[in-house]
């Protein structure tokens, strides 16, 4: 069975870079397409983008001067770095397959909290 | 961007009800639109994708329809474990967006 396990900081501070791992379990993770999304009370849900282990990349423009998504194929692992942060990236942070033919995200991460404070 | 807008923003109802929820986006999206199920505390959960087929494992008293900017999503006989909040999701167009979110209590 699927199974995807984001990790990294709960805490980042203004300014620096947030880094996380989602780790994939039960699928190669050059299977399929991989999506990072987040979410805050705020801003509700938001996809950040998604890659295709080959390098393919579609970012959202609002994030993408500052996002890089990655795979890591050894490690069966999905990364996300986001720089620059600021209070505004603070949210739960969930990775996610995409199905192609369908578009929908059908195996989810239970999501990490990342705060952005001093 | 396109914009995804529910409504209602909340509803509540009872155990057996039919409720349905309505998702229009800013421009057309042919039949890309998806819908979500979240419990708290939980991510989300894939109920529909392409606007009326059903995710397996979804049960049948959910359904959807629509096409272009007019969606909705209907569940005909509500139990206990529909009480979540449902979210609406296109991915016709970059950046794929979602709606805000309608909270179903029962």
């Known amino acids: 069975q699927e199974q995807l396990q984001e990790s990294g900081p709960g805490l980042v501070k203004p300014s620096d870079t947030l880094s996380l791992t989602c780790t994939i379990s039960?699928?190669?993770?050059?299977?399929?397409?991989w999506t990072w999304i987040r979410q805050s009370p705020g801003r509700g849900l938001e996809w950040i983008g998604f890659?295709?282990?080959?390098?393919?990349?579609i970012y959202n423009p609002s994030l993408k001067s500052r996002v890089t998504i990655s795979v890591d194929t050894a490690k069966n692992q999905l990364s996300l770095k986001v720089n620059s942060v600021t209070a505004a990236d603070t949210a739960v942070y969930y990775c996610?397959?995409?199905?192609?033919?369908?578009?929908?995200?059908?195996?989810w991460g239970q999501g990490t909290v990342v705060t952005v404070s001093s | 961007d396109i914009q995804m807008t529910q409504s209602p923003s909340s509803v509540s109802a009872s155990v057996g009800d039919r409720v349905t929820i309505t998702c229009r986006a800013s421009?057309?999206?042919?039949?890309?639109l998806a819908w979500y199920r979240q419990k708290p505390g939980k991510a989300p959960e894939l109920l529909i994708y392409?606007?009326?087929t059903l995710q397996r494992g979804v049960p049948l008293r959910f359904s959807g329809s629509g096409s272009g900017t007019e969606f909705s999503l209907t569940i005909s006989s509500l139990q206990p474990e529909d009480s979540a909040t449902y979210y609406c999701h296109q991915t016709d167009n970059y950046p794929y967006t979602f709606g805000q979110g309608t909270k179903l209590e029962i």
């Open positions: 392409k606007t009326s």
């Open positions: 890659i295709f282990y080959g390098g393919f990349t």
């Open positions: 996610a397959r995409r199905v192609e033919a369908t578009e929908g995200l059908d195996v």
């Open positions: 039960g699928v190669s993770i050059t299977s399929s397409y």
């Open positions: 421009q057309d999206i042919h039949f890309w």
